[in-house]
T-cell receptor, first 117, second 114 residues
Framework: ETGVTQTPRHLVMGMTNKKSLKCEQHLGHNAMYWYKQSAKKPLELMFVYNFKEQTENNSVPSRFSPECPNSSHLFLHLHTLQPEDSALYLC????????????????FGSGTRLTVV | AQSVTQPDIHITVSEGASLELRCNYSYGATPYLFWYVQSPGQGLQLLLKYFSGDTLVQGIKGFEAEFKRSQSSFNLRKPSVHWSDAAEYFCAVVRGGGYNKLIFGAGTRLAVHP
């Protein structure tokens, strides 16, 4: 248990389905992140939230919709996905920007393995 | 812009052999550097991090890394590899400006032969 919990661990969905990924942290962190990890590709940062506000969206298609209702929870809503969206989706959290360097670094969840059929 | 290069995509070592995974960074000031490990189907776990001071950093699972400013490197080492060390290893650097934003390398996949 890393302190960041992601559910579900595995998800299979059709291209017309709507589903959501959930991430929860109780580490007192104020920043949360969604990453996509595809086979043979580097980690891709998708979204960044600081104090519940989205501060970064790296040109992610609108079929991915993040939601951060509070500093402890982060969702990724999925709809009309494509087969190329199949990947491991990782959530991470960290202390807020400007914190002491000793607090830098992310805590990752175990990920959700998404398969789009 | 900051970047991280891991020159080796795959490395295979025998159990009990020593290991060195290479990481080179591009950053103007003193970087904050990290090594993470990812077991199959899992998230990333922090092995160690460097901010300042002693350039040899000790981490978990018997790993260490050495910061060499002259070579812009932060190589990860382990004197004797165990079969359970087979995983993917990621080097990362914090983007500057006091902002806790990690830039990751492409990763090195380590295989361990018995």
């Amino acid at each position: 248990e890393t302190g960041v919990t992601q559910t579900p661990r595995h998800l299979v969905m059709g291209m017309t389905n709507k589903k959501s990924l959930k991430c929860e942290q109780h580490l007192g962190h104020n920043a949360m992140y969604w990453y996509k990890q595809s086979a043979k590709k580097p980690l891709e940062l998708m979204f960044v939230y600081n104090f519940k506000e989205q501060t970064e969206n790296n040109s992610v298609p609108s079929r991915f919709s993040p939601e951060c209702p509070n500093s402890s929870h982060l969702f990724l809503h999925l709809h009309t996905l494509q087969p190329e969206d199949s990947a491991l989706y990782l959530c991470a959290s960290s202390q807020e920007p400007g914190t002491a360097p000793t607090n830098y670094g992310y805590t990752f969840g175990s990920g959700t393995r998404l398969t789009v059929v | 812009a900051q970047s991280v290069t891991q020159p080796d995509i795959h490395i295979t070592v025998s159990e009990g052999a020593s290991l060195e995974l290479r990481c080179n960074y591009s950053y103007g000031a003193t970087p904050y550097l990290f090594w993470y490990v990812q077991s199959p189907g899992q998230g990333l776990q922090l092995l160690l991090k460097y901010f300042s001071g002693d350039t040899l950093v000790q981490g978990i699972k018997g790993f260490e890394a050495e910061f060499k400013r002259s070579q812009s490197s932060f190589n990860l080492r382990k004197p004797s590899v165990h079969w359970s060390d087979a995983a993917e290893y990621f080097c990362a650097v914090v983007r500057g400006g006091g902002y806790n934003k990690l830039i990751f390398g492409a990763g090195t996949r380590l295989a361990v032969h018995p």
